[in-house]
């Protein structure tokens, strides 16, 4: 587990996969063994679909697949390898929908 620092101070801790590096997401997507970190990346975007979307009142239907999500993570890793995963996961979810990148309150 670590833990990070939003905009707002706040501690944001993040679990398991949400921790690796984004050189180890990519040595393992090419070595095709990210299964694991895959389902971690679904299980991120689909949990703050189903949280965060009813609060902004959006429909937050993403307009790709798994496929799709994964390399626009391989993308975004391959120029910031020594990022975690959970940053990565962010990133993409801001850039497909930016409001549902809420501040803590």
């Given at each position: ?28 997507r ?20 189903d ?5 902004v ?18 993308n975004?890793?391959?120029v ?6 959970w ?19």
């Amino acid at each position: 587990m670590a833990s990070a620092q939003n905009q707002n101070t706040h501690k944001i801790y993040v679990f398991s996969l949400g921790n690796i590096s984004c050189g180890t997401w990519i040595t393992d997507r090419r070595q095709q063994a990210a299964a694991a970190e895959e389902f971690w990346v679904d299980g991120y975007i689909s949990s703050t679909e189903d949280s965060l979307g009813a609060e902004v009142n959006k429909d937050v239907s993403i307009n790709t697949d798994g496929n799709g999500i994964y390399v626009w993570i391989d993308n975004f890793c391959q120029v910031n390898p020594t990022i975690d995963l959970w940053s990565a996961t962010k990133a993409f979810i801001a850039e497909d929908h930016p409001f549902l990148i809420i501040p803590n309150k």
